[in-house]
């Protein structure tokens, strides 16, 4: 099969031709019919994370947003068929373990992810293994492309929203309106928020508004918190981080009012190495929360799938555009200058 591998960080990717996937007793292979380029997998090209064990070994192919075809499936799999309509969660669930027992195998004790721990889905067919827990069968009216633009950044940002706990009329300030940041915008805007969108790019800030930002904050031209606190009288209900940046990390909690809650999606970059100091006698003395958000639990998909179904969640709004695999270099290089506008989309393998 046709593949872009990453075979050394920050070098470019090279298509080339690499073995079909070969799926045991529990497993499934996928023909890839959208794959999403995700500023996750731009990090692990950049070889970043090896602090939180997320820097792949090399050479791999990445890719872990996507939509396709079961093609064939071992003979232990019991739930799935050659030719339904799939998508995954990104993170990989062991189905054994404590937390896949108790409904939330995106903090399994041994997660993974496709194109960090294994080969992803930049390719023409991808192996899912232990299929029947992991496989999520997609509705009649959600095809590939959506389900690739779900599969990482847009299930993040409706998962951050519901560990937000975010409420009808509420204040909810999102740092970041890339990807994640926009899917967030979107899911809040849905459940009856008012949502104020904060960037440095003009372009995202107005596309924030059209995917229901009631309020903008270039956050060049302003300070943030106090640019917040301004517009909602004292302060967002609700704080997410979508970047993972020490700046919007601290305009996030500084931009809550007293009980507020921030969530934190975005995971850090090299400066910050997982590390951020935080304001904590404001988080003490106002009450403040400070919780973490990981992808989406494969539970949780039913909910989100319905609203997509049902046209209240539209992720392919936000797609910029449908490239190949030889466009991966661009995007990476993009994805290095912030000129993504939105997620971009491999449909010819």
């Known amino acids: 099969m046709r593949a872009a591998r990453i075979h050394e960080f920050r070098k470019p990717v090279v298509v080339e031709q690499v073995p079909d996937p070969t799926p045991g007793p529990g497993d499934a292979v996928i023909r890839v019919e959208a794959s999403g380029i995700c500023r996750s997998d731009w990090h692990g090209w950049m070889g970043d994370w090896a602090w939180v064990g997320l820097s792949p070994q090399l050479p791999i192919i990445p890719g872990h947003e996507f939509g396709g075809e079961v093609v064939a499936v071992g003979n232990e799999v019991k739930g799935f068929r050659g030719g339904e309509k799939v998508t995954v969660p990104f993170h990989y669930g062991c189905g054994h373990c404590e937390y ?11 997660t993974a992810i496709y194109g960090f721990s294994w080969d992803g889905s930049y390719a023409e067919y991808v192996i899912v293994r232990d299929a029947d827990f992991n496989l999520i069968r997609l509705p009649e009216n959600v095809d590939s492309m959506t389900a690739a633009a779900i599969g990482c950044r847009f299930m993040t940002g409706y998962h951050g929203v519901m560990r937000g706990n975010v409420q009808p009329g509420q204040w909810v300030a ?12 979107q899911t809040a805007n849905a459940v009856g928020a008012q949502v104020i969108a904060v960037d440095i790019d003009d372009e995202k800030l107005e596309k924030a508004r059209q995917e229901g930002a009631v309020a903008v904050v270039n956050a060049r031209s302003s300070i943030v918190p106090e640019a917040i606190k301004e517009i909602t009288k004292g302060g967002a209900h609700v704080g997410i981080d979508a970047l993972g940046v020490r700046d919007t990390i601290l305009n996030s909690v500084l931009s809550l009012r007293k009980g507020g809650r921030h969530v934190q999606i975005g995971l850090t970059t090299a400066e910050e190495g997982g590390m951020v100091t935080l304001p904590i006698d404001a988080i003490t003395a106002m009450e403040l929360e ?5 992808g989406n639990p494969h539970p949780a998909y039913r909910g ?42 491999i449909t010819q393998f």
């Open 100 to 110: 896949c027992h108790s409904g939330v195998p995106n903090l399994c004790d041994s």
């Open 174 to 185: 999102i740092q970041g309106a890339g990807g994640v940041g926009l899917s967030a915008i």
């Open 290 to 294: 400070v919780v973490g958000s990981l």
């Open 304 to 345: 989100l799938l319905n609203l997509v179904s049902q046209g209240r969640l539209n992720p392919k709004s936000i797609v910029e555009r449908e490239v190949t695999l030889e466009d991966v270099n661009e995007v990476f290089d993009n994805m290095t200058n912030f000129r993504t506008k939105g997620f971009n989309i």
